[in-house]
């Protein structure tokens, strides 16, 4: 279960359809083809969100992540922080292809987010409610860029933008989407400046029987100058 969750979260969070070498595809097409990638069955997965702060104190919290499907055209999935206790904070990210995400949070994740609030942190990382989301491939334009090796590996390269961000978040995001294997491996988040304020990169993706998986994920925040590190428990 956990060797397959692996994949469908890959799949689920950063994930796309595999494109032929020639021509490039159109953002819009590509861009549609992750947003829309819902996973093919229900798990359970165990984790841990590490972010080390600009002090470099280091802080830990178990997650637990959950996805569910809802039919043909919908899935859910919640990510509850300190599982064990009752301090834990609920997060739900609900997809439908075609249609935009709907965000709620809370103890047990009755209320939708506001828009401000799919920006703040998950357990005090870098990783947000948009990010998980992947609320960027919603945006106006998208645009296939070019080819380009990213990690030793041929990606085509995905940029996503908006005229404003009256919600606090970002205005462009810039992804390499692995051509292979179909996942995004790496990803830039800019305001207003050149300068990325965030960076996004999948760490340990391996094929094991046939099928990707990642071990970890990370988000540094380079303006805070904070590392946020989400590790899966894999069996």
Same mark, same amino acid.
């Given at each position: 279960?956990?060797?397959?969750?692996?994949?469908?979260?890959?799949?689920?969070?950063?994930?796309?359809?595999?494109?032929?070498?020639?021509?490039?595809?159109?953002?819009?097409?590509?861009?549609?083809?992750?947003r829309d990638a819902?996973? #093919?069955?229900?798990?359970?997965?165990?984790?841990?969100?590490?972010?080390?702060?600009?002090?470099?104190?280091?802080?830990?919290?178990?997650?637990?992540i959950q996805t569910?499907?809802?039919?043909?055209?919908?899935?859910?999935?919640?990510?509850?922080?300190?599982?064990?206790?009752?301090?834990?904070?609920?997060?739900?990210?609900?997809?439908?292809?075609?249609?935009?995400?709907?965000?709620?949070?809370?103890?047990?994740?009755?209320?939708?987010?506001?828009?401000?609030?799919?920006?703040?942190?998950?357990?005090?990382?870098?990783?947000?409610?948009?990010?998980?989301?992947?609320?960027?491939?919603?945006?106006?334009?998208?645009?296939?860029?070019?080819?380009?090796?990213?990690?030793?590996?041929?990606?085509?390269?995905?940029?996503?933008?908006?005229?404003?961000?009256?919600?606090?978040?970002?205005?462009?995001?810039?992804?390499?989407?692995? #051509?292979?294997?179909?996942?995004?491996?790496?990803?830039?988040?800019?305001?207003?400046?050149?300068?990325?304020?965030?960076?996004?990169?999948?760490?340990?993706?391996?094929?094991?029987?046939?099928?990707?998986?990642?071990?970890?994920?990370?988000?540094i925040d380079v303006?805070?100058?904070?590392?946020?590190?989400?590790?899966?428990?894999?069996?």
């Amino acid at each position: 279960m956990t060797r397959r969750f692996s994949l469908l979260f890959l799949n689920f969070i950063f994930c796309g359809f595999t494109w032929a070498a020639d021509p490039l595809p159109s953002g819009e097409a590509l861009a549609r083809s992750i947003r829309d990638a819902l996973p #093919i069955e229900d798990a359970i997965i165990d984790a841990t969100m590490e972010v080390t702060l600009r002090d470099r104190t280091r802080v830990k919290t178990s997650l637990k992540i959950q996805t569910k499907r809802l039919g043909q055209a919908e899935c859910l999935m919640t990510y509850e922080t300190n599982p064990a206790k009752v301090a834990g904070v609920h997060w739900e990210v609900h997809r439908t292809i075609a249609k935009p995400n709907r965000y709620r949070i809370g103890k047990k994740a009755k209320r939708l987010a506001k828009p401000a609030e799919k920006h703040v942190g998950l357990a005090k990382s870098a990783f947000t409610l948009a990010d998980l989301g992947l609320e960027f491939l919603h945006w106006p334009n998208q645009t296939t860029i070019r080819k380009q090796r990213r990690k030793s590996r041929a990606c085509h390269v995905l940029e996503s933008s908006r005229p404003s961000a009256d919600d606090g978040g970002f205005l462009r995001v810039v992804t390499w989407v692995d #051509i292979k294997s179909g996942g995004i491996l790496a990803a830039d988040f800019f305001s207003l400046a050149t300068k990325a304020k965030k960076r996004f990169s999948v760490k340990g993706l391996t094929k094991k029987d046939g099928q990707w998986q990642v071990e970890e994920m990370e988000m540094i925040d380079v303006e805070g100058r904070t590392r946020s590190r989400l590790r899966f428990h894999l069996k």
